[in-house]
């Protein structure tokens, strides 16, 4: 048999299998828990230890501590805190470093807007992202 | 009816007349054009595991291409700056003209049928070459290298394909003793000529994939190499006109394998209750899928490969066709 | 007497088949190739510059973004140079995740070189049934570590996450059924005479000048050298498996489809053997220290890439950053030869030389 004779047998044979393709967006993605998406933040676990700020490869977080407003505490709660997306990478780094999971990944990750400023999210933002948050967070 | 008015005697009315029969075909075909577009996306996403079209006219896309054309008419017009102008504006349109005027000597049924050329095979091989001209002239207007190469590819490639292509087709011409279509399609009525002659079926499918510049042949548009190939620079409408001609083509040399070797509209015995047309356009169907279906199989050859698989196989063997009917032929009449 | 003229073609930085970002500038007589000059650099992002200003967990997922069909090889080239700074021994059971997550990289990778490269020479329907393929795979490594593309998932001294509940069977049941599917590919592919026609005899290059230009991976393996770092310099567990080094004699674009294919086959192999030993219980990390200061000096390691040998230098002074790091990234060296190859060649064989060397843009510019 010519060889290109099977594979138009092959080809025949797929027309009538079922089909693969995701029907996106009709039908959201669903994506495994360990999925890298955008941040949900809680601002009361935070300690403003800054190492996520540290670990972070592209430098993309910047944030702000204030002292505790009950003066017999110790520490400092957070002030600002906010993630620039125009250039994170979604390394995953900060939520391992996070030593009481203040900052944790969600499965969202439908991240596109009509302006870069929008890529600039907020405490507040990050704050309220609070779908589809990511289970298992430490190994 | 078209017998009559062709020899009646011009008039106002027979004019507007064939005017109007003119502009209904042309509808027929763009309806045509839209659909076999439509019908090679979904039968390719199918083969490839995939859904194709299916957003714009529901589920199955129906409204897609007429989408598609929709958006082209409205987009901007781009001639290059350095293009020569009158040149790149008359390409399409020699490039498509050609596409239509061959389809006037293709019957589709007993009655459904236009000009009755005496030489109605001849006519169109010959005004089909008239493309490669447009197709040339297109790679050349647009000052391109890219278009340039893709236009001198197309040239040979023309020339070489449409020599295996007729000589193919002589063995029909010698078994029916004419190169009228309609004669061509009665002498099939008993066997359609690809069991009589099935060598000159293969040859004359592989040379019209080639005629086409169809997937395993489509190296003028080659997409991986030569980007659009000739028409790299066109766009919007002008751009279109490439694409309709592209698939009046397939059209009419779908129409014209049906009419040459699976015998027109002749039904397969026993089920001639079944309307002429529609025995047409099944078979036709069957050549549109067929060529779909290699489309979606088969990788593309090489320039050089095209050419001495062209002029050192197929001619050889279209010719052995032409001797070898001709003797055949010879020893049955002496008997 | 017909006169004729050379042209300059500039095929890229944006042509369908350059696969990214490249670049050649043609100098070509009708369809023939006169002589071919590779522009590179569109994707330059300087990885290894970065790289002195960050600390050695920040470098991982930089690594993701160079070969970026298998990030997998290039998360463990630079945790296993820096794993061998420290002398730092990594649990089996992270070992043979990190075997099961590369090997599986490794067929994802020659998947799309698969589909990509029919696509290239004109053939639509190869390049989605390999994507079907390809995304069982994505879909199995972004069940293990959070990502489809850029997986950041190997750590110094380890794996940063264990395989989820059932992660392994599903492993386990891939491997038939992707034996199934590469039978369907051959049959598509392999024994199409056009496709034979296309490859059989192009790009042909010697043993000598496979190693003169420092070619390596299949491209170094089609011209009959049995090199293959998984078996010479058995680096992880590699040593612990049964498989052959898939290798050809001719060393053109044919016997490197060959190569590839078969090399596909034999990673099925290890994951076959990988699933069947892999321990049931273990650390999956080993007890590194929080900031990694591996000690002064330097070390290079090399390892065995879809695409080839790829090497991981680093110079430290001791310091959490790397005083000097270098990848030695295969691509770049592989796509070396093209010029040599593309002489007198015409236009359509340079799709097909180009498509057989299996670049990556962002390996090649770092």
Redesign the interface.
Known sequence: MLGFTKGLKYTLKNLTKEKVTYNYPDVPMEMPDRFRGIQKFYPEKCIVCNQCANICPTDCITLTGKKHPDPDKKGKIIDTYDINFEICILCDLCTEVCPTEAIIMTNNFELAEYSRDELFKDLQWLDENDTNKRKENKT | MIDQMLAASPNLMNTFLFFTIAAAFLMVILGFVTYAILAERK??G??????GPNRVGGRWGLLQTVADVLKLLIKEDTIPKLADRPLFILAPVLAFTPAFLVLVVIPFSENLKFADLGIGLLYYIAISGITTIGILTAGWASNN??AL?GGM?SAAQMISYEIPLVMSVIGVVLLTGSLNLNEIVAAQENWAFIFIQPVAFIIFLIASIAELNR??F??PE??????AGYHVEFSGFRWAFFMLAEYVYLFAMASLTTVLFLGGWQPIPFLGFIPGIVWFALKFILIVFIMI?????????????LMSFGWKVLLPLALANIFLTAIIKELINSF | MIRTEEMLLNVGPQHPSTHGVFRIVLKIDGEQIVEATPVIGYLHRGTEKLAEDLQYTQIIPYTDRMDYLAAMTNNYVICHAVETMMDLEVPERAEYLRVLVMELGRIASHLVWFGTYLLDIGAMSPFLYAFREREVIINLLNEISGGRLTFNYMRVGGVKWDAPEGWIDKVRDFVPYMREQLAGYHDLVTGNEIFLARVKGIGKYTKEEALAYSLSGANLRCTGVKWDLRKDEPYSIYDRFDFDIPAREEGDAWSRYQCRMAEIEEALKIIEQAVEQFPDEGKIMAKVPRIIKPPAGETYVRIESPRGEIGCYIASKGKKEPYRLKFRRPSFYNLQILPKLLKGENISNLIAILGGVDIVLGEVDG
Do not use: C, H, N
């Open positions: 039968v390719l199918f083969m490839q595991m995939r859904v290298k890219y190469l590819r997937t395993p489509d190296l080659a997409e991986s190499e030569l980007v279906w290699i489309r979606g199989t088969l990788p593309r050859l090489r320039a050089d490969q």
